[in-house]
């Protein structure tokens, strides 16, 4: 076991570009900036006159493309990618996207963030009608409808597909002529386009891309809408009208990158905010504050700032720690051998300490740092949580799909507090994540998704219904 | 090019450790809490009752160690273990530590951290009589003075030995039944002893190390000393007196990692109290702090407390880029697509920074961030730098031999603050520097070898005496 | 440029077993025995009480299953696997079988050794309904068919499908249950059926693999059967009573290995009975004969003992020549660096040598071969080919589909003598190859396929019968 | 367990060429030649004017050099290459060759093939004067003596050291501006010279290499010679003249290439000749000939054509099999799971055989392929082996240093006979091995080293003796 610092996962990020002479390359530095978003595998496919390439594999970026020929091959002035997140057991290459149709008459490619909520039945369906699935991923379905649809134009069987889907998505289709960008009703996952110096247009996932590669924020794409982008330029269009913004909250607290701006709020800022409100929610002495790094260092300078606590560097990630380390036996283990993050007893020995961290799900892990900075000498350890209680699933993209790996979900604050052997817990109330963000918008809860925090799915639930029914009676199963 | 954020760069770190049933896979994981002292190559050689076993290879400790049996090979109670760094073109496997010499009647192995003065002439010497190296690199001389001394007793040999030397060193030796460890006169390495719980001895470069493998740190080495560790426990003796503490400052401002402490002070304290001092000698008006990430991050927290301007996360760096990302082109890279670094302009926008480095070296990598900066929409740009400027070379094992790489050799404050691009530039003075750290001691310098801000070396240069008269000659050969 | 011995490729080889614990590795072994049916990928899929588990990749069957996890993970009792053979640039992962298709309520492992002439038009009418194909082999176009028949039962619609796809084809389809064999009505492919010592039931391309894994040969599948193996054991059925056996006869001259056994012949024998009928034929005065290596070793000894002249090894293959090795450049190969055949001085100086081959594709390796044993300083040499020349393309599974590869389709004898540079050039005539193997039929040509040879196929031939007809105009395009 | 073939192991091939623009590629592919003579590690050291550049690994030649800049890092006019064999559980990167040996005023490289009988007794006096060794390899010797010898000149340096050294050895010295070649006053090992179109001067351990490189053979290297290459052409010396030919006769038995020529006799022809010679020998009725392949498919062709029956491929050896393969487990290999070698029953079923191979070892093997023939239907298994009974080890250069791996060496031939399971076993006459050879030469034994036959070794043993003695007395410890 490591102290793997969150047990969360965003599930992919994606990035296109049409117009530029080496898409693929520009791509490939897209993905890097988005490798946080999914670290299971990554593709990109490269439009060289209507002609499709494609190579992909599981892996990092670095990985997957660690020949110059790899990215070389993919000649062409237009590319989607996409970095993965997969659950364990299914890192087949087969699910890694984008995805590449080839049909007698024509081919796409396809590439998607988010999660569907009712591809089982739309499977079920397509396959009584004959059809074959050559993944076991979500995204395939949108292909199937729209191959399907017997609308007489193109778009038309796309807009009836995006339709006929339901649940989170940000899609990008690459067609020989043209890419097309979708976002769900909800816009539960970000999507942005910028426009580089050459003139050439790009999406993503996150802005951080566009800062990588030197491009332009122009805007976000809303929620319902299409975007088409082709050798004329941009077009914005809708494929519904029954829309309403609720981004998903975990961007701000966990997922994006803290240089990228979401809906007009920059991350770290966001973050920030959450730390000094905190700060105010927080009723504790303390000597010191101290972030879990790397992801909760901007809500703990927030809360240095705002509490007048000195804001020091108590824990320290080891930077060259990789997946493929080999990891210490139980024995080592207790002896104290640790690989990701250690406590710096100078620092912490006789210390209040406020730790701020972004989040709980499990427990385990804030245990075992509340343990690392007692270990190290710290006479209190103050948890204080930078977002509300994870109390239920997500099914727009997220890989929590059961309340049993929620350690909320079935304790107090005060048990939580115990479990984690904490001297005090303070999490931050709704309203003060809310205000937080600060998005402008008239949309419920601050334009944000916060259904973890209040059961409350801006949408139906559809094939996941029965199970969310049945995790509400679930027992958290750990520790 | 890459945004490669300093080209100072340690020779290697050196971790060994007695009475321990898994001794080998220990210093793994102290190797890997000391992979930022060296990542060309790393090597660990057990004891096994006398038997000496080694696995050593190029690379990351993760890649060098990479299957469970490189590890699971190196059976035994006590091992060592080195990371190297080494100049271009150098990156062969016989220049991987630990040594292994082997030998009719016995063996030993060799690890050393430092730089000799007196190579060259050693080398001569012994090659006159018959030695033959088996490397390029200067440890080796160690063993050939041992083998050739007619001391009677082995300790008397390795003294001898270690009197003959001359420069920054030290020394870790695996004997068949002990390790004997050794510091240079002045102590410019740092060297720490820690304890296990189940009562192994450890000695380390750095403590961070003792953090991470939970042990206790019992204390440093001191200089001219000689450490034996065996069946029967830790004895110190020296084999000198002539000794005077020079600890390498770039030690506390750059190499080691946040959490060690080296002659009783902890490296964060020691960067966040250079920022605090920095701030008092900062002379302009500004908005915000950004610091450098990801050493400087100390500096800039120092500074933001002292002058109390917000510190802000105005400078990302990607925690995905390897040394195996294939590189952006001339043609991308103009358009602006960067991997290691990106300027938030959410933060930095219309705002005046203090950017807190920790120092400059040829000052190409300041001037690119500066850029980005700017490109980013910061309105005014101020250097603050965390230590002097650097103008002299060092030769006790820091990767800087000749003034040419140094833009501080030949140039005035003023004059680097317009290369750069910065609307001020502010260095740290040498006092401020020696006052930061504060070590107690009443040795020249506060205890400290500034060697490269003043040049005063503290021991004589021997082979390097001509080369560094010349270099004084020399003027910087970039940008 | 290397001496490839040959440029003739079959198209993949197949595997498959019921009623072993160790299903997966038993596959591997005899996939190993048939690796020379396809060197670019494989892939193993076996059955554990109803769940399939898949490995493949690009590859030899050693590189693939370089792991032994990578075998350990497929477990279960009974496993199915294929060899490949690609053309150039498909090199994809996509394309490696076994196929693995996944549905809500089932699923089935698929494996295809040979090639359908009317792909295109069914791929095309099943794509107007839908459809979608997830890679560029016509091997899918069976799974197609299957799901989207109407039949009530499953065996029918395995049957309706199997009566609906044309051309040379050995399928392996795994069910949850059962395994399902099937070839097609000429048995242009191989196929036997063997028995374990424990009972399992083993079916292979080549018998060779029943001698590698300790399997008795019970009987070849015949055309148009379909043979279903269970837990009830083995049951013989057919799909159709439209037969006519038309082996392809390449199996006996070039691809099969010399100990496997088709129809009752063993290929080692059929070819010595080549060698010897070829001598018969043969009209030239020499002194000694060599064989190419390894293909024409049977030919040669056969021509050596109806002759009289010794076989002497005057040609060596390197054996450690691998498809990784890297090329002498133009200016190495002028100067005479080969790697893969050398022509022996001391055996061949002065004599006139009779220089046995299998067959003449382009002719270009003739021509290098001859030229490398006139070097060696052979006085003559003799070509003689222990098979007709080839003129027509076959569209059955072997990769020649055009003219323009065959030297012979285009040039009579003498020229192709005065092409490759021999003294004389002999080949084999076709009713000496048809009695040479003497299969015990009275089908036509005495049950082999010799359209290569006479331009008669045994079936229509569908989509390819335009490509055919313009394949008649078409000129050799090299040397 | 696989049925390796053979565990006779050579130790080392060498080859070096002066005077070509491409040196380290000639000497690339003149190893690849040489592969069969040592697969564990190879490498390349290149002369660039006066420049030393080497490449070594573990790993066949494809395996060390496999990415192009391997060999084109390598530049320069000449160059010298080695390829080892090596004893389990060395298989350093310390112990591959060539050594590149550096000093402050010069440098030079060394390749060795052989076996030196006072290693220990050097290595001891050196030692005990100061030296160091970095191999555990006898090679290095040579560089200390040459290093230590206080001769004015450095040949005379090289010819004193060539004069301490005992025992078989071929070496290849780079200088800075000659390559230095040696042969031991027996010439154990063979070395010839050969000269490429350009004018370039070669020099291998076999003549197979000058065929691959279209090199012409000019003339072997004697006994007690030494030859130096340089920018003014080869010229012949000698540093003794106390010599007496007496070459390895397992050279022409097993090790060497079928193609290659030692002391003016074709290897493939000797062999072919121990075949006829045994064939007159055998004394029992038979109805098939079959060789063991590889090594022993020429022998089985002499007593086939002396013998008149039929020669049969009734043993075949799998062309993939890899070093890297994942071994059956022993329940599979109970079963007949078999990857190397198989018996092909349609041939031998019913027959009586004689099973042709070229020497017997430890007898593991032959027991094994007599069994794979009897399960294969063989009516009976006449073991007709072409040398004579292998009874004393090799203190030369072959890997047999003790009699306890020697079944002949405890047991008479009757006893191997029925250990071995076959119907009888011939064993070529010591003079039939002598004459078929049939070196021109009136040296002892023909100018063959035959003492692992009759245990007269031509030279005194040295540090050997002692075990020699000792090794009268051991039992054969096997099966």
Request: one cysteine or more; proline letters at 4%; charged letters at 20%.
């Amino acid at each position: 076991m490591t102290y793997e610092v969150k047990s969360l996962n965003e599930e992919c990020g994606i990035f296109g570009i049409w117009g530029h002479p080496q898409a693929a390359q520009v791509t490939y530095f897209g993905l890097h900036s988005l490798q946080h978003r999914g670290q299971e595998g990554a593709g990109i496919l490269s439009n060289d006159n209507g002609k499709l390439l494609r190579h992909r594999d599981t892996g990092l970026v670095s990985e997957v493309f660690h020949k110059p020929s790899d990215l070389e091959k993919l000649t062409g002035q237009a590319a989607i990618g996409h970095v993965r997140y997969a659950t364990a057991g299914e890192a087949s290459i087969d699910n890694i996207q984008p995805f590449h149709f080839k049909f007698s008459d024509t081919q796409f490619g396809l590439a998607h963030n988010g999660n569907l909520t009712n591809t089982e039945s739309l499977k079920k369906a397509l396959e009584s009608q004959g059809a074959i699935f050559s993944s076991s991923s979500d995204t395939e379905i949108l292909a199937h409808l729209i191959r399907r649809s017997h609308h007489p134009e193109f778009m038309g069987r796309v807009k009836e597909a995006l339709n006929t889907v339901k649940g989170g998505f940000a899609y990008l289709l690459m067609l020989e002529d043209k890419i097309i960008a979708a976002l769900d009703p909800n816009g539960f996952r970000p999507l942005s386009v910028g426009k580089m110096k050459n003139g050439a247009w790009v999406i993503s996932s996150e802005t951080c891309a566009f800062e990588v590669i030197g491009a332009e924020w122009v805007r976000d794409v809303k929620p319902g809408e299409i975007v088409v982008i082709d050798d004329n330029g941009i077009h914005y269009d809708s494929y519904t009208t029954d829309t309403q913004l609720a981004i998903c909250s975990m961007e701000y607290i966990y997922f994006a990158r803290p240089d990228s701006v979401i809906s007009g709020v920059n991350v770290h800022t966001a973050r920030k905010n959450t730390g000094r409100r905190l700060a105010q929610e927080f009723k504790h002495e303390a000597d010191i504050v101290v972030g879990v790094p790397n992801s909760s260092l901007s809500a703990a300078s927030g809360f240095s700032e705002e509490s007048g606590l000195p804001n020091e560097m108590g824990l320290i990630k080891n930077q060259y720690t990789q997946r493929t380390f080999i990891q210490p036996t139980q024995e080592l283990r207790e002896q104290g051998v640790r690989m990701k993050l250690s406590a710096v007893s100078s620092i912490v020995k006789g210390k209040r300490v406020v730790m701020v961290d972004d989040s709980i799900v499990r427990g385990t892990t804030s245990r075992r740092i509340v343990q690392l900075l007692r270990e190290a000498g710290a006479s209190e350890v103050h948890v204080a949580i930078a977002s509300p209680p994870l109390k239920y699933p997500c099914f727009y993209g997220i890989d929590i799909q059961t309340r049993r790996e929620l350690i909320a979900a079935n304790h107090s604050v005060d048990e939580i507090c115990e479990i984690i052997g904490a001297d005090s817990l303070t999490y931050l109330s709704l309203d003060g994540l809310i205000e937080s963000v600060g998005l402008e918008t008239d949309a419920p809860n601050g334009g944000l998704c916060v259904a973890y925090f209040d059961g409350n799915y801006p949408t139906p639930l559809y094939d996941y219904e029965e199970r969310y029914l049945q995790s509400l009676e679930e027992k958290t199963s750990f520790y």
